[in-house]
Nanobody, 122 residues
């Protein structure tokens, strides 16, 4: 499956952004879709996941209550809505796909998009 992430940009603290990740290839609904982020000098970290067929969602503690991840299986797209953004949310955001039902580990994800930069100014 091929993944194309988009929607990043520059936003002020407290603002919102909606990312998207479009998938092509094999059956989208068969994959749990995850989002990770990597800030300069830091390891890649889990942000959120939406399980295959949209059954459940999982969030990192750092984004709970601010981010919402949803998916549209008809459009083969997953959308993280990011609200109340903070400067510490600044990172390159990656979407990824796995056949596991859910996983917080990047090692479980087989397919990755190219990343989209999110910059939050204070």
């Amino acid at each position: 499956v091929q993944l194309q992430a988009s929607g990043g940009g520059l936003v002020q603290a407290g603002g919102s952004l909606r990312l998207s990740c479009a998938a092509s290839g094999r059956t989208f609904s068969s994959y749990t879709m995850g989002w990770f982020r990597q800030a300069p000098g830091k390891e890649r970290e889990f942000v959120a996941a939406n399980t295959r067929s949209g059954g459940s969602t999982y969030y990192a503690d750092s984004v709970k209550g601010r981010f919402t991840i949803s998916r549209d299986n008809a459009k083969n797209t997953v959308y993280p809505q990011m609200n109340s953004l903070k400067p510490e949310d600044t990172a390159v955001y990656y979407c990824a796909a796995t056949t596991y039902y859910t996983s917080y580990s990047s090692r479980a994800y087989d397919y990755w998009g190219q990343g989209t930069q999110v910059t939050v100014s204070s």
